[in-house]
């Protein structure tokens, strides 16, 4: 291969959920954007979330109390500003959603609110109840395809970023479906790829969910940030099928109730806020609860929630677990824990700009340090509005490639992409097992040794099948959140060893992680936690 296609836009955008449509469509307005996507538009995190979205727009609410909760669920993680941006900004960023056509669930005219976990008022929106993800995709998606300046180009994966020096002038796709490769060449590039839930054998993400971008942007040489720290989510209803399904948290914010094997409540003996505890007390409760009873699962009883307000406010989950022969809410039905969000990612600031001129990430992929150890409930689809307005506004700004960068690029062949196979389902065993919810040195050594193991069977290609590189991502991102965890001797947040139970004072900072030049070595860093307000 000599040649490939080339693409000429003002704006690059790898991924369509909330994050990279939001962009897009704030971006489209000052120039031609290009959506890239390896699987079809709606595909990802977005469609499935139920929960809602956090904002503080209620008469008995305040973005200083959205903050506060916000800063409190991070345990001592958080960088302070963003966390103000998120809160601040939320307002404006959903009523611009709703301006749009986002149809949020209403009591006599006005936006009903929602109590979840951590969250100290009733501030959670929702749509058909817990369809809320589903309808946020259903809006982006109407708003990008009528747009005449935004290009979808479905079944195109980014495999490479391309660099002129230092600075990211666009990506190498390869389209997946006539199978070759594709140069798009930009002013700047937003990689808004999610999260990394499907490196974990039990999650409840899609399976496209497998952290490329961030391996993407490790490659290219950006900073990563905090990747040791994955969200499991308490309740995913423990039945056959993959991804897990997703008991949303607002279930226990309507007074469902977490139970042990004898129908005894047992969330008030592990945290004072009960079952309104922060995701990652509530996950290690039932993890510490099964253990007890020797099975695989604990129980969440919905009959506090009643029948009726159940089938109103919880269509979707009230349909899932019937169909699973779940006859709710006269039985309890059985939850464990699943892999859901991943606080860590690409390092950015506040704009979503990398340590890469030209390259920008949003969304799940990124790490602004808005979650901290352990992200507040809803805030995620929030995070995507806030910050995927102003990563628009920062990425106006940047200039084109030169006509020598042209050049440059013109003469670079197709990088050929790394590819393996018969792995991928030992590494998210190998994740499941040891970097889940409770991990420990042996066990974090133990993972080092099989992925160093499974490198062995990784090589390259020109025509790349998306399992093979998939699978690839899927190491290398594996690879350094085990580095990460290793690392960081102490509990916080949704990270938590057995060996190193408390939280240390000295490791309350991020880590930093980076390729050393001319490898593919992590090279660790330490920085310091933003507490200034703006």
Not at 361 to 375: D, K, M, Y
């Given at each position: 291969?000599?040649s490939?296609?080339?693409?000429?836009?003002?704006?690059?955008?790898?991924?369509?959920?909330?994050?990279?449509?939001?962009?897009?469509?704030?971006?489209?307005?000052?120039?031609?954007?290009a959506?890239?996507?390896k699987?079809?538009?709606?595909?990802?995190?977005?469609?499935?979330?139920?929960?809602?979205?956090?904002?503080?727009?209620?008469?008995?609410?305040?973005?200083?109390?959205?903050?506060?909760?916000?800063?409190?669920?991070?345990?001592?993680?958080?960088?302070?500003?963003?966390?103000?941006?998120?809160?601040?900004?939320?307002?404006?960023?959903?009523?611009?959603?709703?301006e749009?056509?986002?149809?949020?669930?209403?009591?006599?005219?006005q936006?009903?609110?929602?109590?979840?976990?951590?969250?100290?008022?009733?501030?959670?929106?929702?749509?058909?109840?817990?369809?809320?993800?589903?309808?946020?995709?259903?809006?982006l998606?109407?708003?990008?395809?009528?747009?005449?300046?935004?290009?979808i180009?479905?079944?195109?994966?980014?495999?490479h970023?391309?660099?002129?020096?230092?600075?990211?002038?666009?990506?190498?796709?390869?389209?997946?479906?006539?199978?070759?490769?594709?140069?798009?060449?930009?002013?700047?590039?937003?990689l808004?790829?999610?999260?990394?839930?499907?490196?974990?054998?039990?999650?409840?993400?899609?399976?496209?969910v497998?952290?490329?971008?961030?391996?993407?942007?490790?490659?290219?040489?950006?900073?990563?940030?905090?990747?040791?720290?994955?969200?499991?989510?308490?309740?995913?209803?423990?039945?056959?099928?993959?991804?897990k399904?997703?008991?949303?948290?607002?279930?226990?914010?309507?007074?469902?109730?977490?139970?042990n094997?004898?129908?005894?409540?047992?969330?008030?003996?592990y945290?004072?806020?009960?079952?309104?505890?922060?995701?990652?007390?509530?996950?290690?409760?039932?993890?510490?609860e099964m253990?007890?009873?020797?099975?695989?699962?604990?129980?969440?009883?919905l009959?506090?929630i009643g029948r009726?307000?159940?089938?109103?406010?919880?269509?979707?989950?009230?349909?899932?677990?019937?169909?699973?022969?779940?006859?709710?809410?006269?039985?309890?039905?059985?939850?464990?824990?699943?892999?859901?969000?991943?606080?860590?990612?690409?390092a950015?600031?506040?704009?979503?700009?990398?340590?890469?001129?030209?390259?920008f990430?949003?969304?799940?992929?990124?790490?602004?340090?808005?979650?901290?150890?352990?992200?507040l409930?809803s805030?995620?689809?929030?995070?995507?509005?806030?910050?995927?307005?102003?990563?628009?506004?920062?990425?106006?700004d940047?200039?084109?490639?030169?006509?020598a960068?042209?050049?440059?690029?013109?003469?670079?062949?197709?990088?050929?992409?790394?590819?393996?196979t018969?792995?991928?389902?030992?590494?998210?065993?190998?994740?499941?097992?040891?970097?889940?919810?409770?991990?420990?040195?042996?066990?974090?050594?133990?993972?080092?040794?099989?992925?160093?193991?499974?490198?062995?069977?990784?090589?390259?290609?020109?025509?790349?099948?998306?399992?093979?590189f998939?699978?690839?991502?899927?190491h290398?991102?594996?690879?350094?959140?085990?580095?990460?965890?290793?690392?960081?001797?102490?509990?916080?947040?949704?990270?938590?060893?057995?060996?190193?139970?408390?939280a240390?004072?000295?490791?309350?900072?991020?880590?930093?992680i980076?390729?050393?030049?001319?490898?593919?070595e992590?090279?660790?860093?330490?920085?310091?936690?933003?507490?200034?307000?703006?």
């Open positions: 291969m000599t490939c296609k080339q693409l000429q836009y003002d704006f690059v955008v790898v991924g369509s959920g909330v994050a990279g449509l939001w962009t897009a469509l704030h971006l489209a307005d000052a120039g031609k954007v959506v890239l996507t699987d079809e538009l709606r595909q990802g995190s977005t469609l499935h979330a139920q929960g809602g979205i956090a904002v503080a727009l209620s008469d008995e609410d305040d973005p200083e109390l959205h903050l506060r909760d916000t800063i409190e669920a991070g345990d001592g993680l958080c960088d302070v500003p963003a966390a103000e941006i998120l809160a601040f900004e939320g307002p404006s960023a959903v009523t611009a959603l709703i749009m056509g986002f149809k949020c669930d209403r009591d006599n005219g936006v009903a609110f929602g109590r979840e976990a951590a969250h100290s008022q009733r501030r959670i929106i929702h749509a058909q109840g817990d369809g809320t993800g589903a309808e946020v995709q259903r809006v998606m109407e708003a990008v395809r009528r747009h005449c300046a935004i290009d180009f479905e079944n195109t994966a980014a495999v970023l391309l660099k002129v020096e230092d600075r990211c002038v666009g990506v190498q796709a390869h389209d997946l479906v006539a199978e070759i490769p594709v140069f798009f060449l930009s002013a700047a590039t937003v808004a790829t999610g999260g990394i839930g499907c490196l974990y054998r039990v999650t409840t993400n899609p399976p496209v497998l952290g490329d971008g961030v391996a993407l942007a490790y490659r290219a040489g950006a900073t990563l940030k905090d990747l040791e720290f994955v969200q499991f989510h308490p309740t995913a209803l423990a039945a056959p099928g993959y991804p399904f997703l008991l949303s948290e607002a279930l226990r914010g309507d007074g469902a109730t977490l139970v094997y004898r129908g005894e409540p047992f969330m008030e003996h945290h004072k806020m009960g079952d309104l505890a922060p995701r990652d007390e509530v996950a290690r409760a039932v993890v510490q253990k007890a009873a020797d099975q695989p699962f604990a129980y969440l009883d009959r506090p009726e307000r159940l089938e109103r406010n919880f269509p979707t989950i009230v349909q899932n677990c019937r169909d699973r022969g779940f006859q709710v809410p006269d039985q309890p039905v059985p939850v464990s824990p699943a892999a859901h969000y991943f606080m860590g990612g690409i950015t600031d506040c704009d979503g700009r990398t340590s890469i001129p030209g390259l990430a949003v969304g799940e992929c990124a790490c602004i340090s808005v979650h901290g150890a352990n992200r409930a805030n995620s689809l929030l995070d995507g509005l806030v910050f995927g307005r102003r990563c628009a506004r920062a990425m106006r940047c200039i084109h490639p030169s006509p960068e042209l050049k440059q690029v013109e003469r670079d062949r197709p990088r050929p992409v790394q590819v393996g018969g792995f991928y389902h030992d590494i998210r065993e190998l994740m499941w097992d040891h970097v889940g919810v409770v991990r420990s040195e042996a066990a974090l050594r133990t993972a080092v040794q099989h992925l160093k193991h499974m490198s062995t069977a990784i090589t390259e290609t020109d025509n790349p099948p998306r399992y093979g998939e699978t690839v991502n899927a290398l991102v594996a690879s350094l959140m085990t580095f990460a965890a290793l690392n960081r001797t102490e509990s916080r947040g949704a990270h938590y060893r057995v060996d190193y139970r408390d240390s004072p000295h490791m309350r900072c991020h880590t930093l980076r390729r050393a030049p001319h490898t593919y992590p090279q660790l860093t330490y920085a310091p936690v933003a507490e200034q307000r703006m």
